[in-house]
């Protein structure tokens, strides 16, 4: 597969240049819809939640040099029972979907992009598969109302309008077919036998994988997106091919524009490339999406920091400038809650969406994209540009805006007023003296009124 997709944990992304455009017209045309939303609220959530370390990966030993560091108060196979069986205490009685819901519509979302079962194999959703999930009786919230964590957020989200992205985890390494109790504990995040050696297993996991995929689609259905992680299960890397265009068709019989994000393995299954913790340099001419968590981890972490609004709207304004999405990551806390400091940070990136949003929303690439201090995107014959605020707002009186198109006006999108400017080669100077920027806050939006 060339390069090593996973390190520490975070994924590479596939260069543009392997991209394959969906043939499917269908297909195309919710691609095109879907990135215009911009903004998604992702969330990464399971029983491990209770012991705050690193979601799953302290499981495989293959990444326990960074993986396992944090466990310091018990021995490997000791956390590791503790993280497994982190399901029969997991009572989160504080979850209030439509609460979420309302707070992510707030705050200028568009798609949830919730996990609905990560690497280690406990699914948020009610599957016939396994027991290892939150509707079993071993788990406390099986009794809940809300037990069915995926149903309940997905019917609350739809309901505020939002669209829905649906993470699943190919490996899992709660499954006796992928990780087999025959072959050894967990030596790496890849199956721990040849599937050529035994076929018979691995299409035991594939059935079961295929199931608790169409399980998703269908009975939670309708998804946008079918968003896969764990790119290391490919056919090219240890023989671990699932068949994945296989039940994709069958499930596009039912569901024709249904997206799917195969992370780094290319080919047509790759609708959107998602960049992990990391923003591209330049703008990329294929769809993508960044996913990055608000803090510094995806799981809960009790300890952690959280970006604030400023960064958020930064962070915002350079992925949508080079014309991708942002998927951001808020992980609840156990009890069912979420970090009071991180909805903070929220409330104020929605603040500023709900004033500059027709900036961001279904905007395209607009060149230079990101230059100096500004931020640039475009909708038809209107243009945006955004001068970032470093701290206090401040902005010299003849304000350097460049474009590419001849200029009929400027309006400041925070205040209405209609300014002034002064046409040279390929910008134009926009004055700035009579914008009052009292109420002013992280980056100002100017839009261009151009030519066709």
Known sequence: MGKKVVEQGIHNFTEA???????????????????????????????????????????????????????????IPTFKEQYINANR??????????????????????????????????????????????????????????ADITRALYEAFRKEGLAISAYFSKPDWHCDSYWHRAFGDAPSCNVNYDPLQYPQLWEEFVRYTHTQITELCENYGPVDVLWLDGGWVHPDNRHQDIRLGELVEKLRKKNPGLLVCDRTAGGPYENIVTPEKTVPTTALPIPWETCTPLGKRFAFLYTDHFKTGHELVHLLLDVVAKGGNLALNIAPQPNGALPEAAVCSLRELGRWLSVFGDGIYHTHICVPYVDSRFCYTQKENVSYAFYLYDGQPALPQWLPVST?????????????????????????????????????????????????
């Open 89 to 146: 205490t997991f009572n989160p009685i504080r979850f209030q979907p439509d609460k979420w819901a309302a707070l992510a519509k707030e705050c200028g979302f568009k798609y949830l992009l919730f996990t609905t079962k990560h690497h280690d194999g406990f699914c948020m959703f009610d599957t016939k598969t396994t027991d290892y999930k939150i509707t079993d009786p071993s788990c406390p919230f099986s009794a809940h109302p809300y």
């Open 404 to 452: 590419g198109r001849k200029v009929r006006s400027v309006t400041a999108m925070r205040t209405g007023a209609r300014l002034d400017f002064a046409r040279s080669d390929s910008r134009i100077f926009v004055d700035t003296s009579g914008l009052d920027l009292q109420n002013a806050f992280y980056a100002e939006g100017f839009a261009l009124d151009c030519e066709s």
């Open 17 to 75: 240049d392997r991209y394959v455009m969906p043939k499917e017209k269908e297909v195309q045309e919710k691609l095109e819809w879907f990135m215009g939303l911009k903004l998604g609220l992702m969330m990464h959530w399971g029983p491990g939640c209770q012991i705050g370390t690193f979601e799953s990966w302290p499981l495989s030993d293959g990444d326990a040099g960074w993986s396992q560091a944090e466990v310091d108060w018990t021995d």
